[in-house]
């Protein structure tokens, strides 16, 4: 996991829209919300980390989901709640973080 360097222009609003995104619960509903706002849709720092925080909701949505009924489930799903709050405390840090396979797949669509 490497970080980008912080861009000059970053805001501190930048930040926080970035780091809400990654919040348990209602984290998803604040990336989409970012995403259908045009100022904060314009913001690449805030794209990205929108993007990439739904990303990792589906999958841990998944993931729990599918194995819900076991106890590696239950962990796991906590391990990445977890690590969600990990990366958007370093969003509000103003560090662009690359999650392994997400942020390449993300990139390669195009999305971010």
Not at 2 to 30: C, E, H, N, R
Not at 71 to 99: D, F, R
Request: glycine share 6%; aromatic share 12%.
């Amino acid at each position: 996991m490497s970080q980008a360097p912080v861009s000059p222009d970053l805001t501190s609003d930048d930040k926080l829209w970035a780091m809400l995104a990654y919040m348990p619960l209602f984290g998803w509903i604040v990336a989409i919300v970012a995403l259908l706002m045009d100022d904060k849709k314009s913001r690449p720092f805030i794209k990205f980390h929108s993007i990439q925080a739904l990303v990792l909701a589906v999958i841990n949505g998944i993931v729990s989901s599918v194995l819900s009924f076991v106890i590696i489930g239950i962990c796991t799903g906590i391990a990445l709640v977890i690590y969600m709050v990990y990366l958007g405390y370093k969003a509000y840090q103003g560090e662009t973080v690359v999650v392994p396979f997400v942020t390449d797949f993300i990139r390669n669509q195009g999305w971010a």
